[in-house]
């Protein structure tokens, strides 16, 4: 059986809630459930935090012995050199995922300090990137 590991940063706690035009209006802990109704075979693991720390600490974690890792780390993708070495550090593929078009939004969001140590990245296909994430992942 796959391991995926899917790691969100800061906010992203409040999906559902917070700003629904832009995030939707299901939450974090619904689309888990989807994903492991879809992916029965994968087993599927969920870290949430809004400290760069942890989700340091939880790549290095799983980052040696997962088949792979979907990130999600909002606001830090923008400004996390931290983030970025321990991605590089790590031996997992890692698909990095935005819910929003990240080059519709503000400037500075434009550009993410990420996507060259990962595999992929998918973005403004709301929560479905998940799923898009999995699927390469897993070679579906």
């Known amino acids: 059986m796959k391991r995926i590991e899917i790691i969100n940063g800061p ?7 917070r700003e629904p035009s832009i995030y939707g209006q299901t939450t974090m802990e619904e689309m888990v459930t ?3 109704q879809q992916f029965p075979d994968v087993a599927i693991g969920y870290y949430q935090s ?3 720390g942890e989700l340091i600490n939880r790549l290095q974690a799983v980052g040696f012995t997962a088949d792979g890792i979907v990130l999600n780390a909002g606001g830090y993708s923008h400004t996390s050199v931290a983030i970025h070495d321990a991605v590089a550090a790590i031996t997992s593929p890692v698909v ?5 078009n ?3 939004r503000e400037e500075y969001r434009r550009h993410s300090l990420l996507s060259d140590v990962c595999r992929g ?8 990137g998940y799923r ?3 699927e390469y992942l897993t070679g579906r």
Request: proline residues 0%; negative net charge.
């Open 132 to 134: 898009f994430a999995i």
């Open 11 to 17: 906010n992203l706690n409040l999906t559902g809630l």
């Open 121 to 128: 990245v998918v973005c403004g296909l709301g929560l479905a």
């Open 50 to 52: 809004n400290v760069e």
């Open 96 to 100: 990095e995922v935005h819910i929003s």
């Open 34 to 36: 989807e994903l492991k």
């Open 102 to 104: 990240i080059y519709a």
